[in-house]
């Protein structure tokens, strides 16, 4: 199956710092991906979807100047969490959708980036 | 609104059978997945559902009735690796994956 990677698979920093967190997909070109969180023991939660050359769609209730996403490419795209506070804390994942797949086009989930903020 | 249910948890005995249902009410269907996800990792994709029928690959299977608004995953000959969240997700008539909260399979040797 298609391969997405992320990274990185942890970081910790301290509070007010800003985290990037990269997305590619290694060997399918992804026109649309997604960045999602997840708190333990909770079910996925779509933060934005993202489209490759242009601005990114936010869910509702999603800070859309504190969770910055660039999709630069279609095999990259990019969260920053800015100014990050202890209640970012989460689990970062990332999914790519393959633009040739056709009908039964899947998305692909990267590992995943686990997030503590100090 | 949309809405996806399915069991929290369930509890299994290794080799045996079991069924993990779920029931949606969306705004429009454009095909149900099934992933699972073990504790701490991400997703990845076990099947997908876009006509009515069984669709059977190895010791998963994963059925769809559009009419009901229903599928369920059968899983057979249960191993212990098979304990995992088994999330159900619809995609609706914008292409947008709706979640289930997932089912917590418990596998009992």
């Known amino acids: 199956g298609a391969v997405v990677s992320q990274h990185p698979s942890r970081v910790i920093c301290k509070s007010g710092t800003s985290v990037k967190i990269e997305c590619r997909s290694l060997?399918?070109?992804?026109?649309?991906m997604f960045w999602y969180r997840q708190f333990p023991k909770q079910s996925l939660m779509l933060m934005a979807t993202s489209n490759e050359g242009s601005k990114a769609t936010y869910e509702q209730g999603v800070e859309k100047d504190k969770f910055l996403i660039n999709h630069a490419s279609l095999t990259l795209s990019t969260l920053t969490v800015t100014s990050a506070h202890p209640e970012d804390s989460s689990f970062y994942i990332c999914s790519a959708r393959d633009r040739l797949a056709g009908g039964r086009e899947t998305q692909y989930f990267g590992p995943g980036t686990r997030l503590l903020v100090l | 609104g949309q809405n996806i249910d399915q069991p929290t948890e369930m509890t299994a005995t290794e080799g045996a059978i079991v069924q993990i249902n779920c029931t949606y009410q969306t705004s429009g269907f454009n095909g149900l997945f099934w992933y699972q996800q073990h504790a701490a990792e991400a997703p990845t994709f076990l099947s997908y559902?876009?006509l009515d029928g069984l669709e059977e690959k190895g010791r998963f299977s994963s059925f769809l009735s559009r009419s009901k608004g229903y599928s369920y995953l059968l899983l057979k000959e249960l191993q212990m690796k098979d304990s995992a969240s088994y999330l159900c997700?619809?995609?609706?008539?914008?292409?947008?994956?709706?979640w289930g909260a997932g089912t917590k399979l418990i596998i009992k040797p």
């Open positions: 060997d399918f070109q992804a026109t649309t």
């Open positions: 997700a619809v995609r609706d008539s914008n292409y947008q994956l709706i």
């Open positions: 559902n876009v």
